[in-house]
């Protein structure tokens, strides 16, 4: 069974940055994208970024500009670089990685910013 394990969430202020890594324990094949989600308290998990197998990268809009996603698919690793944080982007953030057959989800990682 394949397993996501995410690290370098934390606590940090407002302005600052958070690098968030994710990396599969074994090679992971036919991956249609790789990405990053975040669920907030009381509000509805959503997309921040993904980028797909060729390529193509979608960003929230409001983390565009301050967000960076990027992988390295020999080491089945996706990461995202997070600058500018505000408050508004304290969630848990999950790893995604979608394959033709099945979604694997990481066990979160929890990131928050203070004002």
């Known amino acids: 069974q394949v397993q996501l394990v995410e690290s370098g969430g934390g606590l940090v202020q407002a302005g600052g940055s958070l690098r968030l890594s994710c990396a599969a324990s074994?090679?992971?094949?036919?991956?249609?994208?790789m990405g990053w989600y975040r669920q907030a308290p009381g509000k509805q998990r959503e997309l921040v970024a993904a980028?797909?197998?060729?390529?193509?990268?979608n960003y929230a809009d409001s983390v565009k500009g301050r967000f960076t996603i990027s992988r390295e698919y020999a080491k089945n690793t996706v990461y995202l670089q997070m600058n500018s944080l505000k408050p508004e982007d304290t969630a848990v953030y999950y790893c995604?990685?979608?394959?033709?057959?099945?979604?694997?989800w990481g066990q979160g990682t929890q990131v928050t910013v203070a004002s």
């Open positions: 995604n990685v979608r394959t033709i057959r099945i979604d694997y």
């Open positions: 980028i797909t197998g060729g390529g193509s990268i």
């Open positions: 074994e090679r992971i094949f036919s991956i249609n994208a």
